[in-house]
């Protein structure tokens, strides 16, 4: 909890000291939502149920997001409701949460970027459809977002991977013996900048 505190007050200053910083070209508001498919990160196993049970671990997010931008770097903080769901063997896990991603930009070619950055992490409400196999985790959490997107004028698309990285998880004693479950997503986002006025 401590850590977590602290490294929201880092972020927090790092985005302060940008803005104050950076020279506004390009910066501005915007609003985004997407698709999420939740993942245990077995990949090639799961890539035939994306197809034959495309909605057993999809779920959605909305939200806003401030660029900040200068040259070809941009810093982009952004608040995202989410609500998703993922099956395992134990049975379904439903939840909503809050998310902050702050990531930083890099333009690699005129319309496609890279992106990169810490993401904090509230939950909301979690449903278990047997609570009594689930180690219910901590509601506070943080990971990592990292991804590639396209850019055409104020319209964006990005496809980006999250993976939680402290110990909110969830224990399959049944399934995996001793090893946890962090939970993991695969974001493909569609955003919309509210072009500046100037």
Do not use: C, W
């Amino acid at each position: 909890m401590k850590n977590l505190i602290q490294s929201i007050a880092v972020a927090v200053l790092v985005f302060l000291v940008a803005q104050g910083a950076l020279a506004q070209q390009g910066s501005g508001f915007g609003f985004k939502g997407g698709l999420n498919y939740n993942t245990s990160g077995k990949y090639f196993q799961e890539a035939g149920d994306i197809f034959s049970q495309p909605g057993e671990n999809m779920g959605y997010h909305v939200g806003v997001f401030y660029q900040l931008t200068s040259y070809d770097i941009a810093l982009r903080p952004e608040l995202i409701f989410t609500q998703s769901q993922f099956e395992t063997d134990l049975g379904k896990v439903e939840y909503q949460k809050i998310d902050l991603p702050i990531l930083v930009k890099m333009r690699l070619f005129q319309v496609i970027g890279f992106s990169i950055g810490p993401s904090f992490h509230y939950t909301l409400q979690e449903k278990f459809s047997q609570p009594d196999l689930f180690e219910k985790p901590n509601p506070l959490g943080l990971g990592f977002q990292m991804g590639l997107g396209v850019n055409f004028g104020p319209v964006g698309l990005d496809l980006r991977f999250e993976r939680e990285l402290n110990e909110n998880k969830y224990t399959f004693e049944n399934v995996l013996g001793k090893e946890d479950y962090k939970r993991q997503q695969l974001i493909l986002g569609l955003s919309f900048k509210i072009p500046s006025s100037k």
